[in-house]
Structure formats: structure tokens, C-alpha cells
Nanobody, 117 residues
């Protein structure tokens, strides 16, 4: 079955950087789009970065220029490099994918990112 396992979250000071990783299994990774979403306290869960099967990327306005999503099809991993972090980036970050044939979404368990001094 589809499994997505995130790692790399933690506590970082404002202006700092973190790199999140997601290990994927159970599907043809290279054919699926991959996304990172986040849910801040008291807010809905929003997608912040997308990379499709052709490695075209898209970002939410709030993170554009600071976050970079990338994928390694040989290792079945997707990463999110987060720079210039702000307290507003504090959230649980989720790795997700969407089956391109059924449109079903699959989510990881999430990893906490806290930006605070």
C-alpha cells in the first residue's frame, strides 16, 4: 500500500533553515505528482509546494522564493528545503501524493516545524 514517511522537522530560529524529506513506497513514484502541505494552529491544511512527474514545480505565494521542492526518482524521495523561515511557517508539514488515474490523495503522518526564538 501507499506509504509516505516524513522526517526532518524540528525547532528553528527565525531566519533559519530546515530540510524536510519524505520517503515514498507502494506506488510508481516517478509517475505521481508530489506535494507538501501544512496545517498551522487554528488554520486549514494548505498545499505549499508541488512537483509533478516532469519535475515542474509550483509554490504558494507565502513560500515562493524561500522554499524549494525537489524529487529523486531513484530513491523515491521528495524534499522540501525551507530557508528564511518565519514564525508564520510554524505548522505540521505533510507529504502527499495524488493518484493520477483515480485522483485519490494519500497523506503522510506529518512532521512538526516550529519557528521560534
Amino acid at each position: 500500500q501507499v506509504q509516505l514517511v516524513e522526517s526532518g522537522g524540528g525547532l528553528v530560529q527565525p531566519g533559519g533553515s530546515l530540510r524536510l524529506s519524505c520517503a515514498a513506497s507502494g506506488f510508481t513514484f516517478s509517475s505521481y505528482p508530489m506535494m507538501w502541505a501544512r496545517r498551522a494552529p487554528g488554520k486549514q491544511r494548505d498545499v505549499v509546494a508541488t512537483i509533478d512527474a516532469d519535475s515542474f514545480t509550483d509554490y504558494a505565494h507565502s513560500v515562493k522564493g524561500r522554499f524549494t521542492i525537489s524529487r529523486d526518482n531513484a530513491k523515491n524521495t521528495v524534499t522540501l528545503q525551507m530557508n528564511s523561515l518565519e514564525p508564520e511557517d510554524t505548522a505540521v508539514y505533510y507529504c502527499l501524493t495524488k493518484n493520477p488515474y483515480s485522483s485519490r490523495n494519500y497523506w503522510g503522518q506529518g512532521t512538526q516545524v516550529t519557528v521560534s526564538s
